[in-house]
């Protein structure tokens, strides 16, 4: 039987869609790095609200971008939809 997504995860999920096609993008170039952080970066909210329901004990107070990196998202303007989906659903 298979584990029906949360919202919360359902919304890490798609913004770390997102992230994996910027880095795609940027495949072999120098920024890419940067890119791949962020995918780490997500996938580290998505266990925690895989595990805890809730990415507050990694984001800390601070919004998703900040934690992501606010240079990183505002270079990939793309991303922006997710991060609000998944601050809304918080």
């Not at 913004?15 to 993008?25: R, S, V």
């Not at 890419?32 to 997500?42: D, G, I």
């Not at 900040?66 to 991060?83: D, E, F, M, N, S």
Request: aromatic content about 4%.
């Amino acid at each position: 039987m298979t584990r029906s997504r949360k919202p919360l995860e359902a919304a890490v999920g798609k913004l770390i869609a997102a992230i994996q096609k910027e880095w795609g993008n940027e495949a072999g170039e120098p920024e890419s790095a940067a890119s791949e952080n962020a995918m780490h970066a997500a996938h580290k909210l998505l266990q925690a609200a895989s595990k805890l329901g809730s990415i507050e004990s990694v984001i800390g107070p601070g919004p998703v971008s900040t934690y992501l990196g606010a240079q990183w998202v505002q270079a990939h303007p793309r991303v922006l939809p997710y991060i609000e989906i998944l601050e809304g659903s918080q």
